[in-house]
């Protein structure tokens, strides 16, 4: 099939049409040209696809075209490894029924109290996206009811067994209908994604599986440094790479504070996320790095589980990690979907032996340059383009991202070009503002209403 045809070749209502559209899509990607055709007509696929290749458009319009609205329950079910992807996905989901009145997509995860979710489950939802771990908890607590599910996906199949929910996923498994249609998206496919796919699909059609994925395009480039000159080095290496986006990765969480506060000291616009954050702060970060207020992500591994930025320009190692799969994680991050990616590494001398692993695991040499440090304070340091706001209301304030754009088009006179992407949560919402239009924003905000309410706005700023 041509990889590059348009959504309108395919037999899509017009209603999902108009999703398409509101997500700028135009020609498909090559997952969802050879993905869309067989899931459009009801058959089981397992398809090797990793992030950033548009498999969720993919299972999306699959599971919206199957919903029947006016059947108040939950018709599809999408699991995935972690809380920030079901977020993304959740969100995908909304814009892709955009044109589809009233219906109802939930995200159900743990790591944030059960009460607020059962008592949402009082008017099930079309479509729920969520973790192994939480709907399973739920399906047994009779508060998601699976008996009219007709579609069920497994996003990152690979992931989600490496995290250890395999025995969630083939319970709930058994919840759905046997004749549902099933769908398996992984990376990766090892002898427990076969046979999980040959216990939950039915005849599937096999796309990419068994062959190799296309390799990254990563630049990966390791300098030599001595303990006490990594940080400076550290802000000496951005300076000459100049990412748009990075994540710099830590071994320990008291390392992620510290080289967050000596970026910021460089001029960084330097956020930090480490495993001692509570849920609602943690969101708050990934939100800033994703809309573009910071620049710079210091994270540990087990903080970084689930992050997934697209078009990630740079993963800097700040120490190398103890062995070579979580290295080859990390710097997978960057360089998806085709593009090209960069990965940075300061390697101590005592790390010499890791970076010996490396470089016999891509069998081939790694490329080694010397790095000169900062003489004074950094000039000239990249700044964020854009700058958060956070507004004390949400989704259950009925609150909507256009009626954020209304109330900052409106009376604060903002230009459409300066608001930037917006989160709508459960009680807070985030805009991100063009940084030269910032304080306007908040000022008109605090003084004026949204919906005919005022609410408590607040600019966040990097520490």
């Known amino acids: 099939m041509n990889t590059s045809a348009a959504f309108s070749t395919l037999a899509l209502p017009p209603a999902l049409l108009q999703g398409v559209d509101a997500l700028g899509y135009s020609a498909m990607t090559p997952i969802q040209a050879e993905a869309l055709p067989p899931i459009l007509e009801g058959r089981d696929v397992i398809a090797q696809a990793p992030t950033g290749s548009g498999k969720t458009a993919a299972f999306g319009l699959g599971l919206l075209q199957k919903i029947d609205t006016a059947l108040i329950e939950t018709q599809a079910l999408v699991l995935c490894p972690t809380r920030e992807l079901a977020d993304q996905v959740g969100k995908q989901l909304r814009k892709l029924a955009i044109g589809i009145p009233n219906l109802k997509v939930s995200v159900l995860c743990g790591g944030i109290p059960l009460g607020p979710q059962l008592a ?23 508060a998601l009811h699976l008996r009219h599910v007709t579609t069920l996906v497994l996003d990152e199949a690979d992931r989600m067994l490496d995290m250890g929910f395999e025995e969630s996923i083939r319970d709930i498994v058994k919840r ?33 599986v068994g062959g190799d994925a296309p390799a990254p395009k990563i630049a990966q480039i390791f300098h030599e440094v001595e303990p006490a000159r990594r940080a400076p080095l550290l802000a000496a290496l951005l300076l000459r790479h100049r990412p748009e986006s990075a994540v710099v990765f830590c071994n320990t969480r008291a390392d992620v504070a510290e080289v967050a506060g000596s970026l910021g000291h460089y001029g960084f616009d330097a956020l930090a996320l480490h495993g001692d954050m509570e849920q609602r702060d943690r969101d708050e970060v990934l939100v ?18 689930g992050l997934d930025v697209e078009d990630l320009a740079a993963v800097v190692n700040f120490e190398l990690p103890h062995d070579v799969d979580t290295y080859v994680h990390r710097i997978g991050r960057t360089g998806r979907a085709g593009r090209a990616g960069l990965a940075l590494n300061l390697v101590t001398p005592r790390e010499l032996p890791r970076a010996t692993l490396i470089e016999q695991h891509f069998g081939a040499p790694v490329r080694w340059e010397k790095l000169m440090p900062l003489s004074g304070k950094a000039s000239d340091v990249p700044i964020a383009p854009m ?22 088009t409106g009376e604060a006179g903002l230009h459409k070009d300066a608001i930037g992407k917006i989160d709508v949560f459960a009680t807070r919402s985030y805009v991100a503002i ?20 005022r609410f408590r706005v607040q600019l966040l700023k990097t520490t």
């Open 387 to 408: 700058v958060t706001l956070r507004i004390d209301a949400g989704r259950t304030d009925k609150l909507r991202p256009g009626d954020i754009v209304g109330a900052l």
């Open 288 to 305: 800033r790095f994703a809309n573009r207020s910071g620049n710079v992500l210091v994270a540990s591994d087990v903080a970084a589980r």
């Open 176 to 208: 759905v209908p046997p004749a549902r249609q099933g769908l398996l998206f992984s990376a990766t496919f090892p002898d427990e994604i076969r046979d999980l796919g040959t216990a939950m699909l039915r005849d599937p059609v096999q796309l990419g």
């Open 434 to 453: 063009a940084r030269g239009k910032a304080q306007q924003a908040v000022n008109h905000l605090r003084d004026g209403k949204i919906k005919g309410r």
């Open 120 to 142: 949402s489950l009082t008017h099930p939802p079309h479509v729920v996206v969520g973790t192994p771990g939480r709907i399973q908890e739920l399906a047994k607590k009779k």
